[in-house]
């Protein structure tokens, strides 16, 4: 299967593969170099990344479920 069709944002080197927005704050995080929290069990539900500042604020406790957060480590992706 050849890649060479892919343009604007379906392209793999597009930075909206890799950012997401802190659900409080709205502050652009990079996940692959950025430390960032993340609730596993809202994750895909409500895009619940969260960046260092808000985690603290927040007591690192999801405010959607109340559950622990935990740090975002692309490299090692655990499922459920």
Do not use: Q
Request: charged share 30%; net charge positive; proline share 4%.
């Amino acid at each position: 299967m050849s890649t060479a069709g892919l343009k604007g944002v379906n392209a793999s080197g597009h930075e909206g593969w890799i950012t997401v927005k802190c659900r409080v704050c709205a502050r652009i995080l990079d996940l692959t170099a950025d430390l960032t929290y993340v609730c596993r069990y809202c994750e895909e539900k409500y895009e619940a990344y969260f960046c260092p500042s808000d985690a603290k604020r927040l007591r690192y406790r999801c405010p959607f479920c109340g559950r622990e957060l935990a740090v975002y480590n692309p490299w090692l992706v655990e499922r459920r």
